[in-house]
């Protein structure tokens, strides 16, 4: 293998409101030392062509005109005189509401011509939220500065928050508040459509606005306040008062108060960049209340007693593409039952395990099943991975405990009938497999080794080649603006 090489990608994200597309040439380097496992990097990256912001275009509520979309796709691609044919490799997101119509399915098999084997996902609001914190520059600041940073991405229909320490998401979470619950019709202020979280926030504090009449200015800042505050308890870590109206996944946890916060999204780029807004008008801009929803947030006296500093990227935190596509080999001590394979992007769940996990089967499985939590039901449904960094030193008693731990995860987490993915780095697979297989030999695995991932990876496990001895993995990072 090169030891460096240069790949044009594309990221395409569709969300509540918008949609982009971004072309890149990112530039790989082999940074293993020789005879080790490829270890690829990305060492530099240049934007070659960002689209024009497109709305994401709606034929109802709940439905996506996935026709519209492919067009706003093609003619970006046209526009950087670009075709399928020259992409190497990239990611198509789909997140906010959007990921949540009745056709989403359909729209990314529309969108799938423009991806090729790449990185296609329905992006839950747990996933959501770790990829908005690595693209807003929200994980790279907690590593390069030693600290906490809690990153909320605001959007159209959602707000999504996730934690990181040290490079690492912790704690993920998600809202149902954003710029678009209330929509309206340019200058007149006439409510053309309240979603249903926006109800619920309207019936609980008694706020008169209906669908079809003017809204007074008055009114819709006493229903962006009510956001704030739910946003602000979505950053502490408090479960809302209104409950699974707003709520989409369980609360932060892990929330400090000496956090630093990173505001990304639509709505964000307006707390930083504020409209002066003194009639519907001004509110209006977007038909949306977005503008307004920024100023409420600023103004919050719970989000002017945090450290909130501009993130790298507001509206533009979004995927650039995957890294590669790079084909390596498995280790050649691997466990794989029957016909499972070949699997494909299965997303890399690296749980945050203690050297004593390992011996107590209940903390394992504990531990395990709060990691993989933090992802959404979806991703769990689809099927992931576990990376799991095992000790050095292994006895049979060990390998017993970890086994035992995996099998109650696995009846705890896994849909019956799924195969129980684990990836190590030391060469325990084989070993590790025969275990389980031993205590359960009901739970189908596939154990391979000598393989390093990072959590938010995703990869394809091939059949197995060379007698059966080993597996090639294709290991797809995604890659962000910052």
């Known amino acids: 293998m090169r030891d460096s090489r240069t790949m044009l990608s594309v990221g395409v994200d569709v969300g509540t ?4 597309v971004v072309f890149s040439r990112l530039e790989l380097y082999n940074v293993a030392r020789p005879g080790q496992i490829p270890r690829i990097e990305v060492s530099a990256r240049s934007v070659l062509f960002t689209s024009d912001i497109s709305f994401t275009p709606l034929i109802s509520p709940d439905e996506i005109d996935s026709d519209a979309l492919v067009a706003i796709v093609e003619r970006e691609y046209g526009k950087a005189g670009m075709t399928p044919e020259m992409v190497e490799t990239g990611a198509v997101i789909i997140t906010g509401e959007i990921a949540r119509t009745k056709n989403a399915d359909v729209m990314l098999e529309a969108l799938s011509d423009f991806a090729g084997d790449f990185v296609v996902t329905v992006a839950g609001p747990n996933v959501e939220a770790q990829i908005a914190g690595r693209g807003s520059g929200a994980a790279a600041y907690s590593a390069e500065h030693y600290t906490q940073v809690t990153n909320i991405d605001i959007g159209g229909g959602t707000a999504n928050a996730a934690i990181f320490k040290m490079g690492r998401n912790v ?9 678009r619950q209330v929509i309206l019709e340019g200058t007149s202020g006439i409510v053309r459509r309240i979603a249903g979280p926006g109800r619920a926030i309207i019936d609980a504090f008694d706020i008169p606005l209906q669908e079809g009449r003017p809204a007074e200015l008055s009114v819709l800042e006493d229903f962006c306040d009510r956001m704030a505050d739910l946003t602000a ?8 008062s209104l409950g699974d109206a707003v709520q989409l996944s369980p609360p932060l946890t892990a929330s400090e108060e000496s956090t630093t916060v990173f505001l990304s999204g639509g709505v964000a780029r307006y707390f930083y960049e504020p409209l002066e807004i003194s009639s519907i008008a001004d509110v209006a801009v977007h038909n949306d209340v977005g503008p307004l929803f920024a100023r409420s947030l600023r103004l919050n006296p719970r989000f002017r007693s945090m450290k909130v500093i501009p993130p790298g990227e507001t509206l533009r935190a979004t995927v650039l593409g995957a890294a590669s596509q790079t084909i390596t080999l498995s280790g050649s001590t691997i466990w794989t039952d029957g016909d499972i394979l070949p699997l494909r992007n299965l997303a890399v769940i690296y749980p945050q395990l203690e050297q004593d996990d390992f011996d107590n089967p209940g903390r394992f499985s504990a531990s395990t099943e709060a990691a993989v939590r933090r992802w959404d039901q979806h991703t769990r449904e689809i099927g992931f991975a576990l990376a799991l960094d095992v000790p050095q030193e292994m006895n049979y008693r060990r390998l017993s405990s970890i086994a035992e731990g995996l099998g109650q995860f696995y009846d705890a987490v896994v849909p019956e009938g799924m195969p129980l993915v684990l990836v190590l780095q030391r060469d ?3 070993s590790l497999g025969q275990t389980i297989k031993a205590l359960r ?4 695995v596939i154990s391979i080794d000598q393989v390093g991932l990072g959590e938010g990876d995703f990869i394809d496990i091939g059949e197995p080649i060379l007698g059966g001895r080993v597996v090639p993995l294709s290991i797809k990072t995604l890659v962000f603006y910052q």
């Open 441 to 444: 030999g009901d739970i189908p």
């Open 428 to 430: 325990f697979a084989q």
């Open 171 to 179: 704690s993920a979470s998600a809202m149902a508040v954003g710029g």
């Open 17 to 20: 409101t918008t949609t982009q």
């Open 233 to 240: 308890d979505l950053a502490q870590g408090i479960r809302p």
